[in-house]
């Protein structure tokens, strides 16, 4: 299969409600057996509040594809700090499978090399088997570490680093 072509942008705060709406769509694909709808409602308003401080924070990258119908949603977003850690990546649900996770990871990790980070890091849900492939295949590892998520009902997340300089 030929790697898609990825074409990615920095969002700003206008991209909030389509980052917000691809996060949402994402987790609720991925995740419905860690947050059962029906005892954990999707936090919207937390999570708006959350992409815009991200977004004004200066110590973080988000990038952004668009989608090619116009619509003015996103199939991919990835961000990265400047603390060499990869903070978030997704892509739509209905886009799954096309190697757009791969290209947004291998450009975060570009872009973190590039700012001289010899290793990156992220957090995972323990139980995101999807992500986790992804990651593994990747060259990233377990760390051995773990923490409860922020967000009922607290789910362990899992840590994970990649060499860089390999």
Same mark, same amino acid.
């Not at 790697?3 to 705060?13: E, F, G």
């Not at 999707?42 to 116009?70: F, M, N, Q, S």
């Not at 190697?99 to 872009?111: I, N, Q, W």
């Given at each position: #299969?030929?790697?898609?072509?990825?074409?990615?942008? %920095?969002?700003?705060?206008?991209?909030?409600?389509?980052?917000?709406?691809?996060?949402?769509?994402?987790?609720?694909?991925?995740?419905g057996?860690?947050?059962?709808?029906? %005892?954990?409602?999707?936090?919207?308003?937390?999570?708006?509040?959350?992409?815009?401080?991200?977004?004004?924070?200066?110590?973080?990258?988000?990038?952004?594809?668009?989608?090619?119908?116009?619509?003015?949603?996103?199939v991919? #977003?990835?961000?990265?700090?400047?603390?060499g850690?990869? %903070?978030?990546?997704?892509?739509?649900?209905? %886009?799954?499978?096309?190697? *757009?996770?791969?290209?947004? *990871?291998?450009?975060?990790?570009?872009?973190?090399?590039?700012?001289?980070? +010899?290793?990156?890091?992220?957090?995972?849900?323990?139980?995101? +088997?999807?992500?986790?492939?992804?990651?593994? +295949?990747?060259?990233?590892?377990?760390?051995?570490?773990?923490?409860?998520?922020?967000?009922?009902?607290?789910?362990?997340?899992?840590?994970?680093? +990649?060499?860089?300089?390999?």
């Amino acid at each position: #299969m030929t790697p898609p072509t990825l074409v990615l942008r %920095r969002a700003s705060p206008a991209d909030v409600g389509a980052l917000l709406a691809l996060e949402r769509d994402a987790s609720l694909a991925a995740l419905g057996h860690v947050f059962p709808a029906d %005892r954990f409602p999707y936090p919207e308003a937390d999570v708006l509040a959350r992409w815009h401080l991200v977004l004004a924070d200066p110590d973080t990258v988000v990038e952004v594809a668009d989608a090619a119908d116009g619509s003015g949603g996103l199939v991919c #977003m990835v961000a990265h700090d400047a603390h060499g850690t990869v %903070r978030q990546l997704a892509v739509t649900p209905g %886009r799954w499978g096309e190697g *757009l996770g791969s290209a947004a *990871l291998r450009h975060a990790e570009a872009a973190l090399a590039a700012a001289g980070h +010899r290793e990156a890091r992220l957090w995972v849900l323990a139980e995101n +088997r999807r992500a986790r492939s992804l990651y593994e +295949r990747h060259g990233w590892r377990p760390t051995g570490e773990s923490q409860p998520a922020p967000w009922p009902p607290y789910p362990t997340e899992a840590g994970y680093a +990649r060499r860089l300089d390999a």
